[in-house]
Each structure stands twice: as structure tokens, then as C-alpha cells.
């Protein structure tokens, strides 16, 4: 995994990165004991099969896949990218194999990398007899890690204009109210106002409007408006007219 990353604490049990600026790009390169063994140790040997951990893949794994999902929730996850025979002769590791999109890191992604490969050893036993005979045995493995990307609050400020395809708008208001449910759980007091120095003090402490309750409605429009619920109206139009959006 390549990009300008910083290591955070983690998120519900995943490694966090923090993206500082531009996307990240995933490669692969394969190593291990397995590749190039002798036949009485562990080697890795061409694999058929087109399913890896009970699930079809479009693809056979051969020298080895490599499975790329993601997800917005760390539970339901949507294959994106299938590589085979990623042990072949003929594969060029000089290549990324996946880019991330802007818009997965400005709403947080998590992704899961799986690697899955067959392994084969042959061991030689001796009969009553004193002739030798092999047994073969084989070992379908497969190995993965999860983490989460994110993109930096101060580089959303340096993004184009991003379109928003229809179908992802029900899923963003779903998400959306989430977050508003939980921010109003917050208090106003609990709000961090620089991300960088979270224990400077915010110019508007001690003197909010009694209006604001919790975290939820303390962000508001040019002319004063609830942001949050705003934007969940817009997300909720869109929807009914069937138009798409752009995020400016």
C-alpha cells in the first residue's frame, strides 16, 4: 500500500490511515518459502478452482489470487477487484493492481485484501518391505487484512467538484441520519475545533446560542439554517426527482 498515509488508532477493531493528500494504490508482490520449494517441502502449485472461502470468483487461482473488497460499514463487503495467477511467470508486479477513488476516502472505506493459494508437499515414507513410496499431501490456504482509509478534514477543502451517481444518494442519507443520531448524543462542549490541536479552545465557547442542544445542530447554513437536516432534505429530494447531485 502506497500514499501519503499516517497511522491512526484503531476503528472498530481495523488499522486506520489517515490520507494526507491524493489516493493510495495497493501492489503485490509474492515471496515466502512456498515459491520455488522442492517438492518435499511446502511449494506452491497451480490451483483450478474458481472459489475461495465458499465464495465464486470470475476467475480461476491458478499461481495464486489476490480478492480486493471494501465496504462502508466493516460487515457487508462488495468485491471490487479480482487478481489470478498472481505468481504466474508472466505477471508484472511493476504494476499497481488497485487505485482508490476520492470519494471512497472522503467518506471512510474500509478494505479487505484476501490472498488465497494451493500448496502441495510430497513425503517419502518407507514400507516393511524397504521400497519408498510418497504420499502427496495439499493445503488450500488463504491469508487477508483489513484496514480503513480516510482522507485528511483539511484536504476535503482542495477537492473538484465531486458528481454523486443516484444510487449511492439513499445510501449516503442513511448514513448521514446515523451520524446526525450520534452527534446528538454530543454535547456542544464535547466539539473539537481543530483537528490538529484538539484542546485549543473554540472562539464560540460560552457563548453558543441556547438553541444549540447537542453536536447535531450546531453547524448551520449561511442564513442560519440546520446543516445537517438541510442536506438530508437535499439528499431526500434528489431521491423522489431522480437527479444526480455534484458535492462542491
Not at 502506497?2 to 495497493?26: A, P
Not at 462488495?78 to 504466474?88: D, F, P
Not at 445510501?171 to 475545533?193: C, F, M, N, W
Amino acid at each position: 500500500m502506497s500514499g501519503d498515509l499516517k497511522v491512526l488508532s484503531e476503528t472498530n477493531g481495523f488499522s486506520s490511515y489517515e490520507v494526507s493528500s491524493g489516493l493510495v494504490t495497493f501492489s503485490y508482490f509474492p515471496n515466502g518459502t512456498v515459491i520455488g520449494a522442492s517438492d518435499t517441502d511446502w511449494h506452491l502449485i497451480e490451483d483450478s478452482a474458481s472459489e475461495v472461502n465458499g465464495e465464486k470468483i470470475d476467475q480461476k487461482i491458478r499461481n495464486g489470487v489476490v480478492i480486493l473488497q471494501t465496504s462502508i460499514d466493516g460487515t457487508n463487503w462488495i468485491t471490487e477487484l479480482v487478481k489470478g495467477n498472481i505468481a504466474g511467470s508472466e505477471t508484472d508486479y511493476s504494476e499497481n493492481f488497485y487505485e482508490t477513488a476520492e470519494i471512497q476516502l472522503v467518506n471512510g472505506c474500509y478494505y479487505r485484501v484476501i490472498v488465497a493459494y494451493e500448496v502441495e508437499r510430497n513425503s517419502m515414507i518407507s514400507n516393511t518391505c524397504l521400497l519408498k513410496s510418497a504420499i502427496v499431501r495439499k493445503r488450500n490456504l488463504s491469508k487477508y487484512t483489513s484496514f480503513i482509509l480516510k482522507i485528511h478534514p483539511r484536504q476535503l477543502l482542495q477537492l473538484e467538484p465531486i458528481p454523486i451517481q443516484r444510487k449511492l444518494l439513499g445510501t449516503g442519507r442513511r448514513l448521514l441520519i446515523q451520524e446526525r443520531d450520534a452527534l446528538a448524543q454530543v454535547s456542544p462542549d464535547k466539539a473539537v475545533y481543530d483537528i490538529d490541536n484538539p484542546k485549543l479552545l473554540a472562539p464560540w465557547k460560552d457563548n453558543l446560542s441556547p438553541v444549540v442542544t447537542s453536536c447535531a445542530n450546531m453547524f448551520t447554513t449561511a442564513d442560519g439554517q440546520d446543516l445537517l437536516f438541510e442536506i438530508v432534505s437535499i439528499l431526500c429530494y434528489t431521491q423522489v426527482t431522480k437527479t444526480n447531485i455534484v458535492s462542491e
